[in-house]
């Protein structure tokens, strides 16, 4: 799974691009299934084109087909208005196809025109008169048909593109949840969209160090609630190889801004896939028993104290940490020492001698 948040990561215009095709393949399929399926409703001109084919080939089976999906009363309002239409305009010979037509599929009309039967052979001369308009409903059908079509398809892309915009905005919030040892079905994962939406302290730029993986230096002020920083362990051909960071792990009290009593100080090793944690306690906290048993789950408690260094392993990276500077936050509705004004941590991370990757 590491591999592929990587791969994510560096081909970041992969998602996109995979986004947009999809939805060019789902619209074509849309609109071609569209095409297939939907059901065109004849109106007045296919009528009227009907009767002109049924008048040279004499074939009723077609003219049916034609005129499918119009009822028997539909049939006889469009005959009726179209033979009074045709006979008015002293268009007799177009009124007769209307009236034979009708006849041959049982329409009843309130028309009725005498004249020259029309001719049934494709070689009879066809006397001149108005031509048949084409039909002008296909088009405006289509469009009305494939509507729902088009509209789920518009539904569908939104979601997909807020989806994918969620996805790649949650993306390393879950790296450095996933490295801290949090999994989706725990209790912390309900506030892993909210870290990922809070202001995230931006790291400093590494300096190469002895240990050949950078120098991180997180600093936590009062008021930046929600705090959470974590670094990439890459080597310098860009592997990479785990995570490190800090992040508020207890706050006391209520209200603005967050009163942080403890921190996680974590270390994730790709290799080992596992993560170690050091709870950094105020003094308060670490003298309070329930705290320190609440706390115990998630690593070794050690009381914050200026100039203290500490140490992290796994089996292949180790980290050390020092407290260089803690500011202890003065307010008289808390107990003295109880929660942090300002924390800064100077990390060195190291991959250990004799470490195989």
């Known amino acids: 799974m590491e ?28 609109l071609a299934i569209g095409w297939m399926t939907v059901e065109f409703k004849p109106n007045a001109s296919d009528v009227a084109a009907a009767a002109d084919s049924y008048a040279l ?54 028309s009725v025109v005498v004249g020259t039967p029309p001719p049934t052979a494709l070689g009879t001369p066809m006397p001149s008169g108005t031509p048949t308009p084409p039909s002008a409903g296909g088009l405006g059908g289509l469009i009305g048909n494939l509507l729902p079509v088009i509209l789920l398809l518009l539904v569908a892309a939104l979601i997909l593109g807020g989806g994918a915009l969620f996805l790649f905005r949650i993306l390393p919030a879950w790296r450095a949840a996933r490295a801290r040892g949090i999994q989706p079905s725990e209790p912390a994962a309900s506030s892993l969209a909210a870290r990922a939406r809070a202001a995230v302290t931006p790291p400093p730029p590494p ?85 320190r048993t609440k706390l115990a789950t998630k690593g070794e408690a050690v009381l914050a104290e200026k100039g203290k260094t500490l140490s992290l392993e796994t089996p292949s990276l180790a980290i050390s940490a020092q407290i260089v500077e803690l500011v202890y936050a003065t307010n008289p509705a808390f107990p003295t020492n109880s929660h942090f004004q300002k924390l800064i941590v100077e990390i060195v991370p190291t991959v250990k001698e004799g470490a195989t990757r």
């Open 207 to 291: 300096t190469t160090a002895p240990g050949g993986l950078g120098r991180f230096v997180p600093t936590y002020n009062l008021g930046n609630d929600n705090y959470d920083t974590s670094y990439s362990l890459e080597t310098s051909r860009g592997e990479f190889l785990g995570e490190c960071g800090m992040g508020i792990s207890e706050t006391i009290g209520e209200g603005k801004p967050d009163k942080v009593t403890a921190f996680d100080l974590w270390l994730f090793d790709k290799a080992d896939v596992r993560t170690v944690t050091l709870i950094l306690m105020s003094e308060y906290a670490f003298n309070d028993q329930a705290l």
């Open 3 to 30: 591999k592929i948040v990587q791969l994510l990561q560096r081909r970041i215009w992969l998602g996109p691009l995979i986004l947009i095709l999809t939805l060019l393949v789902g619209l074509g399929v849309g």
């Open 57 to 110: 080939n004499n074939d009723l089976d077609l003219a049916k087909a034609r005129l499918r999906g119009l009822s028997q009363a539909e049939l006889e309002t469009i005959f009726a208005r179209l033979i009074r239409d045709k006979t008015a305009a002293n268009q007799t010979f177009e009124a007769q196809r209307l009236t034979s037509l009708a006849q041959a599929l049982g329409v009843k009309t309130t």
